[in-house]
């Protein structure tokens, strides 16, 4: 578990690996909340949100679920609006965690209804790809894309908790993996020298 405070908040980022089945637990620790909401997209859900879901459900959560379609071409606001609706529709309240389940495009659309749902509400990120899970979900920087440009209308919110579940990423794609990776190479190049030389050796 490593603790990153930003804003005078702090998150835990708990990497374990087949983590996506004990979110419910974990959240249960930190919420007395009788429903958690659940985003994914059209890609990710059929294979992972399942499993969060079952976890939520176990841990005695009453889950209300979104799904996103898949897309950086989909990350605006329009994309959100059906969202809103189901979540404000379910009667949740300010306490009512939202679980993120994704990669970085449906982790930010989260984060930013989660930052603006009733003024705020806690935020759980379940990345699913590497470069969610070294970058994206971490911090609470949010933004979705508009006509005018790219990430343009966002937030900072941070999450409670980031649970990384390493083998959520065996269904991604090479591509997807040297994405993530190159992210951690740039990291590593910038602060950390003697981790810059494990990825060397991978």
Do not use: W
Not at 77 to 106: H, K, M, N, Q, W
Not at 151 to 169: C, Y
């Amino acid at each position: 578990m490593i603790r990153v405070g930003a804003e005078g908040r702090e998150s835990e980022i708990v990497v374990r690996t087949g983590g996506a089945g004990s979110v419910g637990a974990m959240l249960r620790q930190r919420s007395k909340a009788p429903k958690a909401m659940v985003v994914t997209d059209s890609t990710v859900g059929p294979l992972h949100a399942r499993t969060v879901v079952a976890s939520l459900e176990a841990a005695g959560f009453a889950v209300v679920s979104h799904t996103l379609p898949a897309g950086e071409h989909h990350k605006k606001l329009e994309t959100l609006l059906p969202a809103y609706g189901t979540f404000l529709s379910a009667e949740i309240d300010r306490g009512t965690p939202l679980v993120a389940v994704g990669g970085g495009v449906t982790g930010a659309m989260a984060l930013l209804l989660a930052a603006t749902l009733l003024r705020g509400v806690p935020l759980v990120q379940v990345p699913t790809t590497l470069m969610a899970m070294v970058d994206s979900a971490i911090g609470g920087k949010t933004a979705v894309n508009h006509a005018a440009g790219k990430n343009l209308i966002g937030a900072f919110h941070q999450p409670i908790l980031v649970l990384s579940d390493v083998r959520l990423l065996g269904t991604l794609p090479d591509a997807e993996l040297r994405h993530g990776l190159a992210e951690c190479v740039k990291h590593d190049a910038i602060r950390d020298p003697a981790h810059f030389s494990r990825l060397a050796e991978v």
